[in-house]
């Protein structure tokens, strides 16, 4: 599977990929994990990673950030192998569920993991009270974490995972516990990395989040690949047309097998399957010199979660 | 770098949850308790008519079971404060944040087995210390070799909390906990029926113990320590709780100076490999 950057999206657009898998595996005993995932996230867009729970999701995420050995296959993170301890230096990672020692404050966190990351202390004293303001903690830097809210902590953790500028960054769950203001501020936050020239690798189960935050999804199913969607580059998908007409005759809705791959006809109700955006001017333009009397002619996109049900299945949750 | 950043967080967090400091106020009833008994003994001593003699072997004795307390609450404390740190962290996921910065799986570990050493120095320091001050001025009694003494019993509780945190790599906190006082125990059971095998002048009794010490040294190197600090006369005194009855040798020393080293090498070696 291939991704693509936008033209002049990222300053990283042409250095190649920030994630490449080929055959990944992973099995604990005879769980199998991760089962042949292949994978190219290109540099600069915001790619989502969807897939039900026990998708190998997680896991995944876990052997590119190095947490986790793969027991086959291969993984480069930025052009490099992962589990390379120095490419770390450019990777963010939000885990899911994020833990802490909550007897820091939320300065004092921000500090451990800048610290870590490498950035160094008179670059840290600038850059911890910026991070504090973009997650909207500038109030509570002081506050230990026992006394945050779920909400509190999610923020508190975007902002380690952005402590030290990464080019990589690895979000699991990261609207998990925010209100709707929060889930606002996360996805102005995911979108402002994104105008950077970050990739951001986004693991969530908010299926809306995902349809207005990302580039790029992938689906995953058992540990590997199901389906890829380009979620700017919609002209080329599936599209539903709902058309309300009169003086539908079986020969014209017959005639719309050139450019659907379905159709359904009711009354004065027609609803068709079109093959892509583009064929839609010549179904309408076929309807009308077929003489019907077209009132209505609406395009209805597949959303997200119509397309994660059609992948899924029905029996797969989320 | 990271590696100091580690060290300095586990000590942070040994006193920011009052840790360290709940530890020493215990350590500081505990001195509290011990310097009225001795003084009521010194009391006793001067309304009858014991001689000076016998007088200080007597309170040698009790500073040595001072000492001994001592020895036992360092040794509980090192594994209780750190048998969560690895298991628990691991298990809870406060790992991976931190596991995913550009450093070493090696730096972390070693970081916070500084960071517990440290405090442990503290901790030997101010008790060991203490113990020794207050048979000093209050009972006027020293030990052979304080400094010698101090240093085995500090390498027993580094030893105790080495095993602890190479558990703690591979099992969860409540099992971790359980092996290593389990196996504290046995080590403790093994010293004293080697020790009472001066009694009974049972050979099997001393092999019991050594093996009880070569899968876990800690108790021996008390005995060692207690070998070096008790006077000579006390120790070979039959009666006495710490006589010399079986010393453990400078190469029990060395083999528990090569089973500490052991157990962390297998220690980093499985946390660099395991999955987190």
New interface residues.
């Given amino acids: 599977m291939t991704s693509s950057a936008a033209p002049g999206e990222s300053r990283h657009a042409t250095d190649g990929f920030a994630i490449q898998t080929h055959n990944l595996r992973k099995v604990y005993g005879k769980k199998v994990a991760v089962r042949n995932l292949s994978l190219e996230v290109a540099r600069g867009q915001i790619f989502g990673f969807l897939g039900p729970n026990g998708a190998g999701k997680s896991t995944s995420i ?1 052997i590119l ?5 793969p027991s086959g296959g291969e993984a480069s993170v930025l052009g490099v192998p992962c589990g390379d ?5 450019k ?1 963010g ?9 909550e ?2 404050t939320a300065t004092e966190l921000l500090e ?2 800048g ?4 950035v160094p202390a008179r670059r840290l004293r600038e850059r911890v009270p910026v991070l504090l303001d973009l997650v909207g903690l500038t109030p509570h830097r002081d506050k230990r974490l026992q006394e945050f809210s779920k909400g509190m902590l999610q923020r508190i ?1 975007l902002a ?2 952005l402590i030290h500028d990464p080019e990589l960054i690895f979000l699991d769950e990261p609207t998990s516990g925010l209100d709707p203001m929060g889930r606002r501020l996360v996805r102005d936050i995911i979108r402002s990395q994104r105008e950077r020239g970050a990739t951001v690798f986004l693991n969530s189960h908010l299926l809306s989040e995902i349809e207005v935050t990302c580039d790029q999804v992938v689906f995953i199913r058992d540990g590997e690949v199901a389906a890829v969607r380009d979620l700017r580059a919609s002209h080329n998908e599936e599209v539903r047309v709902m058309v309300r007409a009169r003086k539908l005759t079986e020969e014209s809705i017959a005639g719309l097998s050139a450019w659907s791959t379905s159709t359904h006809s009711e009354g004065e109700l027609l609803t068709l399957i079109a093959r892509s955006q583009d064929s839609l001017p010549d179904i309408l333009r076929h309807l009308v010199a077929a003489g019907a009397d077209v009132y209505q002619f609406t395009p209805q996109p597949f959303s997200l979660e119509e397309l994660f049900v059609e992948i899924m299945g029905k029996d797969r949750g989320l | 770098m990271a590696l100091w950043i580690m060290a300095g967080i586990t000590l942070r967090e040994a006193a920011r949850k009052k840790i360290l400091w709940t530890a020493l106020a215990a350590g500081l009833g505990f001195l509290a308790v011990f310097g009225i008994g001795l003084h009521y003994q010194m009391t006793d001593f001067d309304a009858g008519s014991t001689p000076p003699f016998l007088r200080y072997q007597i309170l040698s004795g009790m500073l040595m079971v001072g000492l001994y307390t001592v020895d036992l609450l360092a040794v509980v404390m090192a594994i209780l404060t750190s048998v969560d740190t690895i298991s628990g962290e691991i298990t809870s996921g406060t790992i991976h944040a931190m596991a995913s910065k550009p450093v070493a799986r090696w730096q972390l570990f070693i970081g916070k087995w500084a960071g517990f050493v440290g405090m442990l120095a503290i901790y030997v320091t101010v008790m060991f210390g203490g113990t020794i001050a207050v048979g000093r001025w209050v009972g006027g009694v020293t030990p052979q070799n304080p400094v010698y003494g101090a240093l085995l019993v500090f390498f027993e509780c580094v030893l105790a909390l080495t095993v602890t945190l190479m558990f703690g790599t591979w099992f969860s906190t409540l099992t971790n906990g359980v092996i290593v006082l389990g196996l504290h125990g046995l080590a403790f059971m093994g010293g004293w029926l080697e020790q009472m095998s001066g009694f009974t002048d049972s050979s099997r009794l001393v092999a019991v113990g050594i093996v009880s010490s070569l899968i876990m040294p800690s108790e021996a190197i008390w005995r060692r320590a207690a070998f070096e600090m008790e006077s000579p006369l006390a120790g070979s005194l039959q009666f006495s709780p710490f006589a010399d009855i079986s010393v453990p040798s400078l190469t029990m020393i060395g083999y528990a100076g090569v089973y500490l080293l052991s157990a962390l090498a297998i220690a980093l070696y499985h946390f660099q490999q395991r999955d987190l």
Avoid: C, N
């Fill in positions: 876990k950030l190095g947490l986790v050995k301890t120095a490419v770390r230096r990777i990672f939000l885990p899911e569920d994020f833990r802490f020692y007897w820091l451990l993991h610290g870590l990351a490498g953790g380690q995972a």
